[in-house]
């Protein structure tokens, strides 16, 4: 029940330095306890963000050795065309040796015919223009084969330095990403102990309140003494 006082007796309380004091660690711990929850807010949100934030470079991380693993697979099949390629290149060449010896043949018989008196070297010499063009197409075929092998070899280099250039930067992301969740664990022990001077303070400000029922008889409020 309250009991009724003179306004001269309210003046005098509120001007006591009793009342003063209590209403100045009041006030200090009401600032204390603003601040506190706006930094348990920011650590809140700074949380949160370092979890999204560690989330994303993990996922991007694992898409990224993803992409290495396909430039290594496209290395893997051009290594194979590579020796295709090569062995082509070799039956190739081997034909062309062949066709090569054939074609000296000929021209060693063109030669001995043309020494001999009224030889008839005419169809010799055909012979050795058909011969000598099919050579010529092997060779050129060798050519083309080689040329193609070191093509796709340096494909197969390519590949190969992309997928170990994307691999270290897998390597980095993960890194970055198992930081961030370490700075998320320790923004969170902050959360935790921001958390406890909140408890902390309203139970000091509880206490401060149920001061002023003791010592002055008021009965403390959300915001007012009655």
């Not at 809140?44 to 290594?72: C, N, P």
């Not at 290594?79 to 082509?88: G, I, L, R, T």
């Not at 050519?143 to 093509?151: C, D, H, L, T």
Request: contains cysteine.
């Amino acid at each position: 029940m309250f009991k009724a006082h003179r306004l001269a007796e309210l003046k005098a309380l509120l001007g006591s330095p009793e009342f003063r004091g209590w209403a100045d660690q009041l006030a200090q711990l009401q600032g204390e306890l603003v601040t506190c929850h706006e930094k348990h807010e920011e650590l809140l949100v700074q949380t949160q963000l370092m979890e999204f934030r560690a989330e994303h470079t993990q996922k991007a991380a694992i898409d990224t050795v993803y992409q290495a693993g396909e430039s290594e697979d496209e290395a893997g099949r051009l290594a194979q065309e590579v020796a295709q390629v090569e062995s082509q290149g070799l039956s190739a060449l081997a034909s062309f040796e062949t066709q090569r010896l054939k074609t000296s043949e000929v021209w060693y018989r063109l030669n001995a015919q043309q020494l001999q008196p009224k030889g008839q070297s005419q169809p010799l010499q055909d012979e050795y223009a058909r011969e000598d063009q099919k050579k010529a197409q092997l060779w050129d075929e060798v050519e083309r084969q080689w040329a193609r092998s070191a093509e796709l070899s340096l494909q197969v280099a390519e590949k190969q330095l992309l997928a170990r250039r994307t691999r270290r930067q897998a390597e980095g992301l993960f890194a970055q990403a198992d930081e961030r969740k370490r700075r998320s664990n320790r923004i969170k022990v902050e959360l935790e102990q921001s958390h406890a001077a909140q408890e902390a303070l309203h139970a000091r400000l509880s206490s401060h309140l149920r001061q002023a029922r003791e010592t002055f008889g008021c009965t403390p409020g959300e915001a007012f003494l009655y």
